[in-house]
Protein backbone atom coordinates (compact mmCIF):
# COMPACT_ATOMS: atom_id res chain seq x y z
CA UNK A 1 0.00 0.00 0.00
CA UNK A 2 0.89 3.63 -0.07
CA UNK A 3 2.59 5.51 2.98
CA UNK A 4 2.26 9.33 2.96
CA UNK A 5 4.40 11.33 4.90
CA UNK A 6 3.43 13.79 7.12
CA UNK A 7 3.53 17.28 6.32
CA UNK A 8 4.46 19.90 8.35
CA UNK A 9 2.60 22.73 8.73
CA UNK A 10 4.81 25.68 7.47
CA UNK A 11 4.23 28.79 7.74
CA UNK A 12 5.23 30.23 3.95
CA UNK A 13 5.41 34.40 3.44
CA UNK A 14 5.02 36.37 0.32
CA UNK A 15 6.33 39.94 0.42
CA UNK A 16 6.55 42.16 -2.23
CA UNK A 17 9.23 45.20 -2.50
CA UNK A 18 9.57 47.99 -4.92
CA UNK A 19 12.90 48.23 -6.71
CA UNK A 20 14.44 50.37 -9.20
CA UNK A 21 16.31 47.66 -10.90
CA UNK A 22 15.66 47.61 -14.31
CA UNK A 23 17.51 45.47 -16.94
CA UNK A 24 17.35 41.88 -16.87
CA UNK A 25 21.17 40.81 -15.89
CA UNK A 26 20.68 43.60 -13.18
CA UNK A 27 17.72 41.20 -12.04
CA UNK A 28 20.15 37.95 -12.35
CA UNK A 29 22.91 39.78 -10.36
CA UNK A 30 20.46 40.81 -7.27
CA UNK A 31 18.25 37.08 -6.93
CA UNK A 32 22.22 35.56 -7.71
CA UNK A 33 23.08 37.47 -4.45
CA UNK A 34 19.49 36.93 -2.44
CA UNK A 35 19.86 33.73 -3.56
CA UNK A 36 23.38 32.94 -2.07
CA UNK A 37 22.44 34.31 1.50
CA UNK A 38 18.97 33.03 1.74
CA UNK A 39 19.17 29.69 -0.20
CA UNK A 40 15.43 28.40 0.52
CA UNK A 41 14.06 31.47 -0.54
CA UNK A 42 11.86 31.66 -4.05
CA UNK A 43 12.75 34.83 -5.36
CA UNK A 44 11.34 36.58 -8.29
CA UNK A 45 11.17 39.55 -10.58
CA UNK A 46 8.60 41.52 -12.89
CA UNK A 47 10.15 43.92 -14.66
CA UNK A 48 7.43 44.63 -16.53
CA UNK A 49 5.39 46.36 -13.34
CA UNK A 50 5.85 50.17 -13.31
CA UNK A 51 7.21 49.20 -9.81
CA UNK A 52 10.13 46.54 -10.55
CA UNK A 53 8.19 43.99 -8.43
CA UNK A 54 10.88 41.81 -6.30
CA UNK A 55 8.86 38.75 -4.84
CA UNK A 56 9.92 36.76 -2.20
CA UNK A 57 8.63 33.13 -0.58
CA UNK A 58 9.92 31.68 2.18
CA UNK A 59 9.74 30.75 5.42
CA UNK A 60 10.81 33.13 8.51
CA UNK A 61 11.74 36.31 5.87
CA UNK A 62 14.02 38.44 7.13
CA UNK A 63 13.39 41.61 5.04
CA UNK A 64 15.27 44.02 6.54
CA UNK A 65 18.30 42.19 5.60
CA UNK A 66 16.52 41.57 2.04
CA UNK A 67 16.40 45.55 1.94
CA UNK A 68 19.59 46.09 2.70
CA UNK A 69 21.36 43.56 0.26
CA UNK A 70 19.61 44.92 -2.02
CA UNK A 71 20.47 48.86 -1.48
CA UNK A 72 24.16 48.09 -0.92
CA UNK A 73 24.32 46.60 -4.34
CA UNK A 74 22.92 49.76 -5.15
CA UNK A 75 19.37 49.99 -6.13
CA UNK A 76 16.15 51.05 -4.62
CA UNK A 77 14.50 48.51 -2.44
CA UNK A 78 10.99 49.17 -0.49
CA UNK A 79 8.71 46.96 0.85
CA UNK A 80 5.38 46.99 0.03
CA UNK A 81 2.71 46.73 2.79
Known amino acids: ?26 RDYVVAVIQNQFPDYKINFDLEDCDKILRIEGVDLQCDSVIDYVSRLGYVC ?3 D
Not at 5 to 21: A, G, P, Q, Y
Open 1 to 26: MYQFKELKDTNMIVEIFKTNVQKESD
Open 78 to 80: VKI
